[in-house]
């Protein structure tokens, strides 16, 4: 078989797999009481694990099966979670992160993780670091088990297989899954399949009818275990309890339509069988430990990369049982390359319709006017869907950051709560991939300089624990993300003082600056007002680098700060940086796009309104004073001048809160336009972001309103 072809899948599902494995190990330091997190935790380490032995990736695959080992004996009662073993399956993900990270560059996946294999075994053998102890395991989960005799149990089905006492050793979760899904009005069924005495690859064959059952329900358990069957540690039958909604002969054909299997027995569980299962587990448990969760995954990774993984056990069955049936899965996974490929193909086709409107316009046909309206139309829909196509949900990028803020906190010997609400909210895939530096700088400065210590919360008479806030939400075309904290604040008077000693700004400027221009100081290239530079950040180190990467996703970001309170940034993004609504205005001969989402509104100047102050033109609007700007000398356009008229058509537009108005020759109407960058042979141009293809085939430059108002 030829791995090549599967590589990107094992890379994508690696990543997955990696984020839950996180996710799930932060979610068990808040509740290390909780079996159903190390279920869930145990199970995607175990598919994992398959998933690199089948591609060949051993070192990544033994290090998992080390951290399995831990995760066993947790799920099984015998090792209590503590603050060591936390630590050590935390190296372990990163570990496995470059190795998968080493993996997507060309290479081997390898690396020297033999002292966190060491730190893993001696957590089995029940060792701990110095000035840790290793918490004892409880009585009961001592014992070992002996072996079940194997008595024959009732079947609801006398045509059906024989289960043994061993087989249909259900926990009480377990149980419980079985019982509200029959409640629920679903098949419960006890499968046994033989595969053929000849066949060479029997993993594989069992890989294919897990595969097969798992597109028509959920299987609960399986006998042998997973990991037996996994390394085909098993004879020539297997047994699994299986929940489902299709008929049990119609389930039988279709097994029996796989290669080399030679039988497949069904048998159908109703409710006084469950009831005789309950009282054989309640005696279990009197007489011996409980038996270990087996995982109810299947086992497809000896076979397949992309094996489907089934649902996770939690703590909570009456939601587990409103999911027993699996539905069909509805979404594919798409190489990035390919939708840019069809976006450009769009932006083609949107150059071309805009064309055909020009010539239908000046032709006059009517029958052409109605076919490119309705080309229009059916072009504008397959906008909407081209674009959703590139959106992508931001919890993409925030789901990184738990870790990343635990980690901190936990250097710094600070206490942190990091709370993140609309993680759906969705951004172009291009904006996403640029964004997550930004947060990261803006996140640990929160974190490292924003929050206090423990001693100067209590100090102020905060809580010990802090609060970040990551918010997304959309606003207009605009996503925003915030991110803010309840620490110390920005002390004015520091800031002004750092700036004025590295020479940023005079005394004279820092006396009349308001609040958000001492704040916009902190994006000062080098800019800081820590006193000791630690390798986290200071307030300003790295800041620079997140205003200049927003601004060249055409975003602002503005800081609003309470000394004594918190401190919030705000990032305002497009929704895409691809396909926008514009405003086409003329200058002289000259043709300008601004985009919608900036402009305020649109009107006429007469000369008379204009006021001079300290050689800057200001103009009345809505009982103030707003800035005018001539767009002609801005760019220096000799065929068009406002000092020649006696009314100007000018357009509002704001960045954040504050306005500016531009002065224009004429309005020519709103178009969608298609964004192409200038390209690496141009300069970056002052108030320019871009360029687009007009219908007529002539170039028009897209005003940067950020660039423009200072």
Do not use: W
Not at 106 to 115: C, R
Not at 271 to 291: N, S, V, W
Not at 450 to 463: C, L, M
Not at 645 to 673: H, M, P, Y
């Amino acid at each position: 078989m030829d791995m090549n072809q599967y590589l990107s899948m094992f890379i994508d599902e690696s990543n997955d797999h990696l984020q839950s494995l996180n996710e799930k190990m932060l979610e068990l330091e808040g509740s290390p009481e909780d079996i159903g997190i190390v279920q869930v935790i145990f199970r995607s380490a175990h598919t994992l694990k398959g998933m690199a032995a089948t591609m060949g990736f051993e070192d990544l695959a033994a290090l998992t099966h080390q951290m399995e080992n831990v995760l066993d004996l947790v799920r099984n009662d015998k090792l209590k979670m503590q603050n060591f073993i936390f630590d050590t399956l935390f190296k372990s993900l990163d570990a496995l992160e470059a190795m998968v990270q080493d993996i997507t560059q060309g290479g081997e996946g390898k690396a020297d993780v033999s002292s966190i294999v060491a730190s893993l075994q001696a957590i089995v053998r029940g060792e701990a670091p110095a000035g840790e102890a290793a918490a004892p395991a409880p009585a009961a989960a001592s014992s070992t088990p002996a072996a079940a005799p194997q008595q024959p149990a009732p079947s609801a089905d006398p045509s059906g297989p024989a289960m043994s006492k061993e087989q249909i050793q259900l926990d009480e979760f377990q149980h419980s899954i079985l019982e509200q899904s029959l409640t629920a009005g679903h098949r419960v069924l006890y499968i046994e399949v033989s595969i053929r005495e000849d066949c060479q690859l029997k993993a594989a064959r069992a890989y294919m009818v897990f595969d097969l059952l798992e597109r028509s329900g959920e299987v609960v358990k399986s006998h042998p275990s997973v990991q037996d069957i996994e390394q085909e540690k098993f004879d020539r039958s297997f047994s699994l309890y299986f929940i489902t909604e299709k008929d049990p002969e119609q389930l039988r054909t279709m097994i029996l339509n796989l290669s080399e299997i030679e039988d497949a027995k069904l048998a159908s569980i109703d409710a006084d069988t469950l009831k005789q299962l309950a009282a054989e587990i309640e005696t279990e448990e009197t007489e011996e430990a409980p038996a270990a969760v087996d995982s109810a995954a299947p086992a497809p990774e000896a076979a397949s990369p992309a094996a489907p993984e089934a649902a996770a056990p939690s703590d909570k069955p009456a939601a587990a049982a409103k999911k027993v049936v699996a539905a069909p899965s509805r979404t594919i996974r798409v190489d990035i390359e390919r939708l840019d490929v069809l976006m450009n193909l769009f932006s083609e086709l949107l150059i071309d319709r805009v064309r055909l409107e020009q010539l239908a316009t000046e032709i006059k046909s009517q029958e052409l006017t109605e076919s490119v309206e309705h080309m229009g139309r059916v072009s504008s829909d397959l906008q909407n869907i081209v674009m959703k196509l590139r959106m992508v949900a931001i919890d993409t990028v925030f789901n990184r950051f738990p870790r990343m803020v635990r980690d901190l906190a936990k250097s710094l010997g600070k206490k942190l709560d990091l709370v993140i609400t609309g993680a759906e909210t969705e951004l172009d895939r291009t904006v996403i991939d640029e964004i997550g530096d930004p947060l990261v700088h803006l996140l640990r400065n929160s974190v490292d300089h924003g929050v206090e210590s423990i001693a100067d919360r209590i100090a102020a008479g905060k809580p010990e624990t802090g609060t970040v806030n990551l918010r997304a939400f959309h606003s207009g075309n605009h996503v925003f993300i915030e991110i803010q904290d309840d620490g110390r604040g920005i002390d004015r008077d520091k800031v002004l003082a750092s700036a004025i000693k590295k020479g940023v700004v005079t005394e004279d400027e820092a006396r009349s600056m308001s609040d958000e221009q001492v704040y916009q100081l902190l994006f000062a290239p080098g800019f800081s007002t820590a006193e000791k530079i630690s390798d986290i950040s200071g307030r300003g180190v790295g800041l620079d680098v997140v205003k200049s990467k927003i601004a060249t996703l055409g975003g602002h970001v503005a800081v609003t700060s309470k000394l004594g309170e918190g401190t919030l940034f705000s990032v305002q993004l497009p929704l895409t940086l691809s396909i926008i609504s514009a405003m086409m205005i003329r200058l002289g001969a000259e043709k300008y796009a601004i985009p919608l989402s900036s402009i305020v509104e649109t009107g006429i100047i007469r000369k008379e309104q204009i006021r001079n102050v300290h050689g800057s033109k200001l103009i009345p609007y809505r009982d103030a004073h707003i800035p005018l700007m001539s767009l002609s000398r801005f760019f220096d356009t000799p065929s068009y001048s406002e000092d020649s008229e006696d009314e100007t058509e000018i357009v509002v537009i704001r960045k954040g809160d504050r306005l500016a108005a531009l002065a224009i020759d004429s309005f020519i109407g709103q178009s969608e336009i298609v964004i192409k960058n200038l390209g690496k042979y141009l300069p970056q141009v002052q108030g320019i972001s871009g360029a687009t293809i007009l219908g007529d085939g002539q170039v028009a430059l897209i005003l940067d309103p950020n660039a423009l108002i200072k």
